[in-house]
């Protein structure tokens, strides 16, 4: 049932459904009606009003002891939309002791008198115009020996609250309840106009007579008319009381009564299963608490489940034995994961700093500003291929001699690294001086750029260097298992726009500002704790654009450390 933790906090079936199963082994006549499914389930046919009515009598008898009889051709209340109308009440008047309400429309179950007063002891002066109904009411308030309590009267046609009350002149009452008729006409009670296209069929069935689901001009109309003579009666009653089965009758009926000034207003709304009825009350008293409307906020999102991987203990062991390599001392398994795991997110450049958490876990907050990780085996290995096409001289004259080149500056210079401006000496001593050419006539070459001049010949300098960043690059090619340490090659792989992230990431590995930054993709919380001798790892969503680069980040995060287990450092 999708809106059942929305229902009233003290509502019974908030968090225990009703068994099926347990009720259809208890009553025979609610057995008839349920069915199983194939996986076991048991289940029951809202479409059919004869089952519909077996549940209601079958949970009025098992949960409050009441037996009463519905006609089929009248409507068939469900019980938890109206305990949530009482609790809701509970709340209007406050308290226990005497109370006394009336029930506008009481119908041929009574039901909500026959909750009130089995529940609460409450009196109640329940009106109804259909003969029918009001045979049916007065017999289930008989057999339930209620009389004392609940006073059914037949009142006329469109009778609400002002002629009940002639001859109940000396009683101040409590409050008044009321479900009204829905509907305007035959069309709308078939859902005809008044159903979004995109609003799934009703699951349940309609029943109800002429009276009980159609008046004129609908519920707007019918609640108006109740407000008018509240009007007139004002403080008769402490507080006055509508159902709603359309939202976009709040508003008008509202605005109704801010119209004509009353000083209490509230309003609520009752969830349950799949249905959704709202509830509008107001009082001319001044000393009544009014109960805080839902917010509007009501849905709340889901607490999301965390992704979570384990790290068994054979891939603990290996990658204990390899921590010292990245300059660790972490011995314990949550520590050890956490080191590589951090080691990682720097290679990343994601933001991560340590929180504090419980004893046997550690929790790192992530911000990250940049997908660094997605396609980045198949980046390694285009600057590899890249870095293998950078042509060689030919050897001439005895001399192996290329034409002037030089490796440039990269963009993102380190200290160590200067322009180069080197002189060389050929194999008869004369001597060349090489010096930096115009950046029109260079080629970039996986990350290197050349400058080439003809009429400067200089022997084969920079090859030892330039079959290193090859030789790396290779390495990298193989995936991340045969991993370098990759400053080896961070000026070959340097991009002006990673500039940009460049005081983010220095606060990161300082551990601080990771939380201030402005632009992000996502923020996430990171634990690592023990499970045995294994360690669980969960991300848990804190806020983003996608939570699917969480899980992204997740699965490179995982697929690192199980190759580290098996690539030697």
Request: with cysteine; charged share 25%.
């Amino acid at each position: 049932m999708a809106l059942n933790k929305s229902m009233h906090p003290r509502n019974r079936y908030k968090d225990k459904a009703p068994d099926f199963a347990y009720l259809a082994s208890k009553y025979p006549e609610f057995k008839q009606h349920v069915h199983t499914n194939l996986t076991g389930r048991v289940g029951l046919n809202f479409k059919d009003p004869e089952a519909v009515r077996a549940l209601t009598c079958t949970l009025l008898k098992e949960d409050f002891g009441l037996t009463i009889e519905i006609p089929l051709e009248r409507l068939i209340p469900t019980v938890p939309l109206r305990l949530n109308y009482i609790h809701w009440v509970e709340d209007l008047i406050e308290g226990g002791g005497q109370r006394w309400g009336i029930d506008i429309g009481t119908g041929a179950s009574c039901i909500y008198p026959l909750l009130g007063a089995s529940m609460n002891g409450w009196f109640f002066l329940a009106t109804e115009v259909d003969d029918m109904c009001y045979n049916y009411a007065k017999k289930n308030v008989e057999q339930n020996n209620l009389s004392e309590l609940i006073k059914v009267v037949k009142v006329p046609q469109k009778t609400l609250l002002m002629d009940a009350l002639k001859e109940e002149s000396g009683i101040v009452y409590d409050f008044c309840m009321c479900n009204p008729p829905f509907f305007a006409n035959q069309l709308e009670a078939k859902g005809v106009n008044s159903r979004s296209a995109r609003r799934p069929p009703p699951s349940s069935v309609n029943t109800g007579g002429v009276t009980e689901i159609m008046a004129e001009g609908g519920e707007l109309e019918f609640v108006k008319r109740i407000i008018h003579d509240s009007l007139q009666l004002q403080r008769r009653l402490r507080w006055y009381s509508c159902m709603l089965g359309k939202k976009c009758s709040l508003a008008p009926l509202k605005e109704e009564l801010r119209k004509h000034r009353v000083p209490k207003v509230t309003h609520t709304e009752f969830c349950q299963g799949r249905t959704m009825r709202w509830a509008l009350a107001w009082s001319f008293y001044e000393d009544v608490t009014v109960p805080s409307p839902p917010s509007k906020k009501r849905k709340l999102e889901k607490a999301r489940k965390p992704i979570t991987f384990t790290v068994l203990s054979p891939t603990v062991r290996e990658l204990t034995g390899k921590v010292a390599s990245i300059g660790s001392s972490a011995t314990s398994s949550t520590d050890v994961v956490t080191a590589w795991i951090e080691k990682t997110l720097s290679d990343l450049r994601v933001l991560h700093k340590r929180v504090p958490c419980g004893k046997s876990e550690v929790s790192l907050f992530l911000t990250v500003v940049e997908n660094s990780w997605i396609h980045i085996r198949n980046k390694r290995r285009d600057r590899g291929r890249q870095l293998r096409e950078v042509p060689r001289a030919p050897p001439s004259g005895g001399n192996s001699t290329l034409q002037s080149s030089e490796t440039k500056q990269p963009e993102t210079p380190t200290p160590a690294q200067t322009t180069e401006t080197d002189s060389k000496t050929d194999t008869e001593g004369s001597e060349v001086i090489v010096t930096p050419q115009p950046e029109s006539s260079s080629s970039t070459i996986g990350g290197a750029q050349a400058s080439t001049n003809g009429n400067s010949p200089i022997q084969e300098s920079g090859t030892k260097e330039v079959d290193q960043a090859v030789d790396n690059a290779a390495c990298l090619e193989q995936g991340p298992e045969n991993k370098v340490d990759s400053t080896a090659i961070a000026p070959l792989s340097a991009e002006p726009d990673r500039q940009e992230t460049a005081a983010a990431v220095a606060s990161a590995t300082t551990g601080e500002g990771s939380s201030d930054v402005q632009h992000f993709l996502f923020k996430c919380l990171m634990n690592m704790k023990d499970e045995g001798s294994d360690v669980v790892v969960e991300m848990h969503w804190v806020e983003g654009q996608n939570r699917d680069l969480m899980n992204q980040l997740c699965t490179y995060l995982k697929n690192q450390l199980f190759r580290l287990m098996v690539s030697p450092l």
